[in-house]
């Protein structure tokens, strides 16, 4: 059985969401979501790990390096399979593309 991730910009949720704090009138549930395109979308096995997923909405998105968090902005361990992460059939993920790393030994 295969699960169909998409991944909407974590950026651009967040702004939405800064946005919507700055309105007098509450936004419905989800509303901040909507907002924010669809990056990416990719197709994985319930058993497959976040590493994979990671590494399948990279190339769908045409990034180099992502870091993903779940649709409420928990970073989300790469050796968590799909089902330890929450993650289901049409579930949503926010990614933020990684431009610069630093690694120290």
């Known amino acids: 059985l295969l699960l169909q991730i998409r991944a909407r910009s974590a ?6 969401l800064r946005g ?3 309105q007098s ?6 509303a901040a979501n909507d907002e ?4 990416a979308e990719a197709h994985v096995y319930k058993t497959d790990t ?6 399948a909405l990279c190339a769908a998105a045409g990034f180099a390096h992502i870091a993903i968090l779940s649709s409420v902005g928990e970073p ?3 050796h968590l399979t799909m089902e330890e992460a929450g993650l289901e059939h049409r579930s949503e993920v926010l990614i ?4 610069e790393l630093t690694i120290a030994t």
Do not use: N
């Open 50 to 55: 976040v590493l994979m997923l990671r590494k």
């Open 11 to 16: 950026d651009a949720v967040l702004e939405a």
């Open 76 to 78: 989300l361990a790469s």
């Open 96 to 99: 933020s593309q990684v431009s």
């Open 25 to 30: 009138q509450p936004q419905p549930d989800g």
């Open 20 to 22: 919507s704090s700055d």
């Open 36 to 39: 924010a395109e669809v990056l």
